[in-house]
């Protein structure tokens, strides 16, 4: 792991609860924190921040912020936090609230200019608002702007779309996935959100009652099942792939994942772009000889890698292995045992559905 991103062993007490973390996130893009309510994420995010005063250390971007000898105030990390229900300063317009930051950081030091940030969240039509009475959603969209504008070294932010509406979430997600290329910043983001971690996570981190127990690409994690990671049945993996042929008659595009080609609906991204697909295991079925004549376009000849019996269910989970990737299929019990399935075996999986995150 390069010395350039987060490396952190915090440890703190809070009446009963007790955070025992290890973090090593990578320099850039977005670490998603995932774990149940009450598992310490809020808590782990305010030790990070110097809020609360955890033992250990924490490096960011090469620099120490503590260790046993040295702790850095909150004020003296270059760090943005963005919580929930964000506060503004509410007597200000949007502009006002932007630039506050912004000017305090010397011009060769920004990483982002305020037009192009005005523009990627699309606050135009709000600057001559006063912060006060924005609603949830654009007063989200200006506090993630005003995090950015500080240019900090990490980025972190607390479930930023929890209270949110559908429309303002679509308005917001498509940001944060166009500044994980072009911000050379990590993010930690905390989120429940299934959807979110498709779309945004570059790593994962998993977090249960305060102590951190796997973390790395979400490829990875999400393709094992012995992780508690949702329920089976929303058990899904993410693909990351580029986009190969678009085919406007059917509105249907290609995309290449995993050394496969997936048909997916039709992508708005050009061809080359880089794209998310998520394939639930549900959607997954399996067969010993190629289908024939099936309605079903994505049918991939697969390896079994393990298989995973879920405990009092009629349902088996299979782990199918790609070029440098797995997918899921989850079949009942009996199929498998009917299909004698088991590790090596190859088999034709067929996907019923592949979601393009875009
Ligand atoms: N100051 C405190 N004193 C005692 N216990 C605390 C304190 N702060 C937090 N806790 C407890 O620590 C645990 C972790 O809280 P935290 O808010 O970090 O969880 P979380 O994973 O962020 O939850 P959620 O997803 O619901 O936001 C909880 O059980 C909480 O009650």
């Not at 943005?80 to 007597?91: C, D, I, M, N, W």
């Amino acid at each position: 792991m390069p010395e350039q991103g987060i490396e952190a062993q915090l440890r703190l007490q809070r009446g009963a609860f007790r955070l025992d973390a290890h973090l090593q996130l990578p320099a850039n893009g977005i670490s998603v924190l995932l774990g149940r309510s009450g598992s310490g994420k809020t808590m782990l995010l305010r030790a990070i921040a110097g809020l609360e005063r955890a033992e250990g250390f924490l490096q960011v971007d090469g620099q120490l912020w503590q260790d046993a000898t040295c702790f850095r105030l909150p004020h003296e990390r270059s760090l943005g936090y963005v919580r929930q229900a964000s506060e503004l300063l509410p007597h200000l317009d949007v502009r006002a609230n932007l630039e506050f930051g912004y000017r305090r950081i010397p011009r060769a030091q920004r990483r982002l200019g305020l037009d192009e940030v005005i523009a990627l969240f699309g606050l135009e039509d709000l600057l001559e608002q006063r912060a006060e009475w924005l609603p949830n959603g654009p007063r989200q969209r200006v506090a993630i702007a005003c995090a950015l504008l500080t240019s900090p070294d990490l980025l972190l932010l607390d479930a930023p779309l929890t209270c949110l509406d559908r429309h303002s979430r679509a308005q917001i997600l498509p940001a944060l996935e166009q500044l994980r290329g072009q911000l050379r910043i990590p993010l930690l983001y905390v989120t429940h959100n299934q959807d979110e971690v498709t779309r945004l996570a570059d790593h994962l981190v998993l977090l249960d009652k305060g102590k951190t127990f796997a973390s790395g690409p979400p490829g990875h994690l999400l393709s094992d099942p012995r992780l508690p990671l949702n329920h089976p049945d929303e058990a899904a993996v993410v693909l990351i792939g580029q986009v190969e042929h678009h085919d406007p008659h059917y509105r249907l595009s290609t995309v290449r994942v995993a050394g496969e080609t997936l048909s997916v609906s039709l992508s708005r991204l050009p061809p080359g772009a880089e794209t998310r697909v998520r394939i639930f295991a549900r959607d997954v079925s399996l067969s010993l000889d190629p289908p024939h004549n099936s309605s079903i376009l994505n049918i991939l000849r697969v390896r079994i890698a393990d298989l995973f019996h879920e405990q009092d269910s009629a349902r088996v989970m299979v782990r199918l292995a790609l070029d440098n990737a797995c997918i899921l299929a989850r079949i009942t019990r009996l199929s498998a045992d009917r299909l004698g399935l088991a590790p090596g075996l190859q088999v034709y999986a067929q996907i019923k559905s592949v979601a393009l995150m875009e």
